[in-house]
């Protein structure tokens, strides 16, 4: 009767009564009281005033699954509850670098999507992603692999869709290709290519990714010693970008085409930048939004260990080239994207790592000087990293130049026969 009372008095309750109130009614009415007390409990983990988490918010997160487990599960509206109480809890559990214990809850959460696909016959499964990406941090990439299978199966059929498919088809080959299946992860991303070419036609994606998605594609390519049919690519992205240096984008698109940019460019370097041991792997080729908090933190974070690498191997670089350049110009790579992928989620990204592709560009210079051989393919690849930079911040002028000089150092001035 006070739970009662406490719930229909004229003044709306603090959290904490409402969540009192409610653990009592639980027991008595729980197919009415149970989903109110998950809702509550969620509402009570954040302090209204400062909106930050209460010391206990994994505790009230795992006393809301215990709520939502406890609905009779012949309420239809159980799986809907426990799904969102689940997907509450692994959030906080990776949060806490608690990456098992999240996993699993994302396999419920699985479990709870499949059963509701089969029942409605709907293509796409609820939690399906979340699942691959834990999968792909955990360095379980063929079983990741498979389940962005599914997810771009489900998704073809739906066509283009103003970006989206193309960014399921970018994860998907990336996990295809962490997974070692090199020749699906290549048709993946001509997929890729295909999808952003139609799309950009008819401006319903930027010009820009469908340039993105041609310089991605010919270095997978070159990987797979693909010479002659990357250099043909190549000249579709030359011929787009001269486009785009005479006449610019024909709209208006935001910040979208750089975080695409971004995501494309740390998928470029995953080949030779990966993570230090010990901890979860971002997915290859996703944004960085959807990343674990913990996965994100360690990844970004890296940054700080990586420049004092580049800087304590600069002077011995610079007086042992044959051993230390190299290096210096692989590990500055890595340094300039990370850097790009945080700082291009925030205000004046541009600014903040110019200097950094400059650098790099730089470096690749002294390299090609020093040891043609390694140093001229280096060369270009820094050219072209820096033209991807210039045209995601809109300076397709420069843009233009750095990737016509990175095709002279390639050979390939001239458009090459198909």
Not at 56 to 74: G, K, N, S, T
Not at 177 to 191: K, P
Not at 336 to 346: N, P
Request: glycine share 6%.
């Amino acid at each position: 009767m006070r739970a009662r009372s406490i719930l229909l008095a004229g003044i709306h309750p603090a959290p904490r009564e409402q969540v009192d109130a409610y653990r009592v009614l639980a027991q008595v009415s729980p197919a009415a009281y149970l989903p109110l007390l998950v809702r509550a409990l969620h509402r009570l983990s954040y302090d209204v005033g400062t909106g930050k988490k209460h010391a206990v918010f994994l505790a009230l997160c795992e006393e809301a699954v215990a709520a939502a487990r406890a609905i009779d599960p012949a309420e239809p509206f159980r799986a809907d509850v426990l799904y969102v109480a689940l997907d509450w809890c692994q959030k906080e559990l990776y949060e806490q670098d608690r990456h098992t214990e999240g996993l699993a809850l994302r396999a419920e959460m699985l479990a709870i999507g499949r059963a509701q696909a089969a029942r409605s016959a709907a293509a796409e499964v609820r939690g399906l992603h979340a699942w691959a990406a834990g999968l792909s941090e955990a360095g379980r990439y063929a079983e990741a692999a498979d389940a962005l299978t599914e997810i771009a199966e489900a998704a073809l059929p739906r066509g283009p869709r103003n970006g989206e498919l193309a960014r399921t088809l970018l994860d998907w080959a990336a996990a295809l290709d962490d997974a070692g299946r090199s020749e699906e992860a290549l048709a993946a991303c001509e997929q890729v290519v295909a999808v952003e070419a139609a799309e950009a036609a008819t401006d319903r994606v930027p010009m820009t990714c469908h340039l993105f998605a041609l310089v991605r594609y010919a270095q997978m390519l070159d990987i797979r010693g693909r010479g002659t049919q990357a250099a043909a690519v190549r000249q579709e992205a030359l011929a787009l970008l001269t486009e785009l240096a005479a006449t610019g984008e024909r709209t208006s698109w935001g910040g979208y085409p750089a975080q695409y940019w971004a995501v494309l460019l740390s998928f470029a370097c995953a080949e030779t930048d990966r993570p230090a041991p010990g901890g979860p792997r971002p997915a290859t080729g996703a944004a960085p939004m959807p990343w674990s908090p913990d996965g994100r933190r360690r990844f970004l974070d890296s940054r700080t260990a990586l420049r004092e690498e580049v800087d304590a191997l600069t002077p011995r670089a610079a007086e042992d080239p044959d051993r230390h350049l190299a290096e210096l110009v692989r590990l500055h790579r890595a340094l300039t994207v990370r850097s790009a992928v945080y700082w291009v989620q925030r205000t004046l990204f541009a600014t903040r790592v110019r200097s950094l592709f400059d650098e790099g560009v730089a470096l690749a210079r002294r390299l090609s000087h020093h040891a043609p051989a390694t140093g001229t393919p280096a060369l270009a690849t820094a050219l072209i990293d820096r033209a991807t930079f210039h045209t995601a911040a809109h300076e397709f002028a420069p843009a233009l130049a750095d990737f016509r000089e990175a095709l002279t150092h390639l050979g390939e001035t001239t458009p090459p026969a198909r």
